[in-house]
């Protein structure tokens, strides 16, 4: 069972005709669907990015308090948000964590966590686990994934785990359709929790040298996309770092192509994706856009060369 049908397991065995969810965008579009699935009915609330500031990191994508309240209603079922946000690399803080919580325990809505990055955190952020938070053990289903953690794309492994209520509604839903998982990959991932459980020392962070290996390979980068005048925004977590491209697009002639995505992949040979397709209407957002840099030290090597080459720059 991979990451998508942990969040179906879930939502189906929650939702029904005319329930609401809410979904904490950019998320993957998955969750719409499956929510439509069930006959729910889902409510968008975007992270923004803060405005007039100098040098953003992905902290200051914020979620307004205001604007979430607004959401809940007597119909709220679900609320679904990737913490961290896998897409652009945001760790919530304590204060917006308890804000959903407050909202959850006012509403008697679930929280549906989607995890999958808690191991790629980069230091000194410290990532926190709304389950943790007082009173929301037993609303709150947690989703991990360790094809993120370890990047591995074949047979893929995520888990669910909260109250054994919620739980079980899963395990019901899960009965009766995905059925079975490759139990040489549960079994493998068991053997390397329990030992790196065993020698892990006090204060240490579990995987902690996977984010300790990718954090030079995102500031490599952010100093690329800065060189060529992307304006970068520095990531707290995962693989990916987002982009304001409004500074280029005047020098740009979009006249054969869609959108500064397309104008890359076909004149530079670097593919991004654009952030506005994580978002239901991704308007506000169509100067942002997503590149990975979780590739071998050669690729970004070049990535580097072909960007300074379009951009008529030189390599130090």
Not at 66 to 75: A, D, G, N
Not at 207 to 218: N, Q, R, T, V, Y
Not at 226 to 247: A, E, F, M, R
Request: hydrophobic share 40%; glycine share 6%.
């Amino acid at each position: 069972m991979d990451i998508y049908g942990a969040m179906t397991n879930t939502i189906l065995s929650h939702i029904t005709n005319g329930d609401e969810v809410i979904i904490v965008q950019p998320s993957s579009d998955f969750y719409e669907y499956i929510v439509g699935v069930a006959g729910g009915v889902t409510k968008f609330v975007p992270l923004r990015l803060k405005e007039n500031v100098t040098t953003p990191s992905s902290g200051d994508w914020v979620l307004e308090e205001l604007e979430l309240e607004k959401m809940f209603t007597s119909k709220t079922k679900l609320i679904i948000l990737s913490s961290p946000n896998c897409h652009v690399g945001k760790v919530y803080t304590l204060k917006e964590l308890e804000t959903i919580s407050r909202l959850c325990k006012m509403w008697n809505v679930v929280c549906v966590s989607d995890e999958s990055e808690e191991f790629l955190v980069y230091q000194p952020q410290r990532f926190i686990r709304i389950a943790s938070l007082p009173e929301m053990w037993e609303r709150t289903i947690t989703i991990g994934s360790f094809d993120t953690t370890f990047f591995l794309k074949g047979w893929k492994i995520a888990w669910a785990y909260g109250p054994s209520n919620l739980i079980g509604n899963l395990q019901t839903v899960h009965l009766n359709s995905i059925m079975t998982c490759p139990t040489q990959s549960q079994e493998a991932i068991a053997l390397i929790f329990e030992k790196k459980l065993e020698n892990l020392g006090i204060n240490a962070v579990l995987f902690g040298d996977i984010a300790k290996s990718l954090l030079p390979k995102m500031q490599l980068m952010f100093d690329i996309l800065s060189k060529v005048g992307l304006n970068p925004i520095q990531s707290d977590s995962g693989v990916y770092i987002i982009t304001n491209t409004s500074n280029l697009d005047q020098s740009i002639d979009y006249s054969k192509y869609k959108d500064f995505v397309g104008w890359l992949a076909e004149n530079v040979h670097i593919q991004a994706v654009p952030l506005q397709m994580f978002y239901k209407d991704g308007t506000c957002f169509k100067h942002f856009v997503r590149f990975c840099f979780n590739r071998k030290e050669d690729t970004l090597t070049l990535a580097r060369d072909l960007l300074e080459k379009k951009f008529k720059l030189k390599t130090k």
